[in-house]
T-cell receptor, first 115, second 112 residues
Framework: DAGITQSPRHKVTETGTPVTLRCHQT?????MYWYRQDPGHGLRLIHY???????DKGEVSDGYSVSRSKTEDFLLTLESATSSQTSVYFC??????????????FGPGTRLTVL | SQQGEEDPQALSIQEGENATMNCSYK?????LQWYRQNSGRGLVHLIL?????REKHSGRLRVTLDTSKKSSSLLITASRAADTASYFC????????????FGEGTQLTVNP
């Protein structure tokens, strides 16, 4: 988890409220990723970023938006939280993309419960 | 379906025994990675094997890759209780090498 922090670590919210999760890195890595992890589904990519202000969708992006205004911060926003978004969210970083992709380093995770 | 799929889903062994986990994938890959996740924690990278490698070692870990069968195996020798964790294989997505697809993992329990 060194060099990557996520906040908050735990959050309980109500359906319909907006929620923002923050990922902060001190490694100056170019690539940042948001995943969700659910039983029976493994780890699924929500959005990722390949540079400041450069983002793209993953396989489960509906209901989520992201922003990256600085190299070190990658924000994940649930515009109007739903119970199906109850999950554990992980941020990851990587130093290099392309076909010769590099290792990803993961944050400690955020446990989100939507009531 | 998942690009990488691990087998078995769960494995329970005694300390000192070897543990073998398998991963199958569907498309051509440049490399394959294995990660470990302890309960309640983020994933930790264990080892990366490239498509031109057949076997790689790191401490008590041995990874093999058979590109003709599109499969990989992770062997943990002389297992310890501290090896109890979930293990995931990950492969680069064909359309975007900067993205990885993870399997659903193998839950390994090492009993003292």
């Amino acid at each position: 988890d060194a060099g990557i922090t996520q906040s908050p670590r735990h959050k309980v919210t109500e359906t319909g409220t907006p929620v923002t999760l923050r990922c902060h890195q001190t490694e100056n890595h170019r690539y940042m990723y948001w995943y969700r992890q659910d039983p029976g589904h493994g780890l699924r990519l929500i959005h990722y970023s390949y540079g400041v202000k450069d983002t793209d969708k993953g396989e489960v992006s509906d209901g989520y938006s992201v922003s990256r205004s600085k190299t070190e911060d990658f924000l994940l926003t649930l515009e109007s939280a739903t119970s199906s978004q109850t999950s554990v969210y992980f941020c990851a970083i990587s130093d290099r993309g392309g076909q010769n992709t590099d290792t990803q380093y993961f944050g400690p995770g955020t446990r989100l419960t939507v009531l | 379906s998942q690009q990488g799929e691990e087998d078995p889903q769960a494995l329970s062994i005694q300390e000192g025994e070897n543990a073998t986990m398998n991963c199958s994938y569907k498309t051509s890959i440049n490399n394959l990675q294995w990660y470990r996740q302890n309960s309640g924690r983020g994933l930790v990278h264990l080892i990366l094997i490239r498509s031109n490698e057949r076997e790689k070692h790191s401490g008590r870990l041995r990874v093999t890759l058979d590109t003709s069968k599109k499969s990989s195996s992770l062997l943990i020798t002389a297992s310890r209780a501290a090896d109890t964790a979930s293990y995931f294989c990950a492969t680069p997505q064909e359309t975007s090498g900067s993205r990885l697809t993870f399997g659903e993992g193998t839950q390994l329990t090492v009993n003292p």
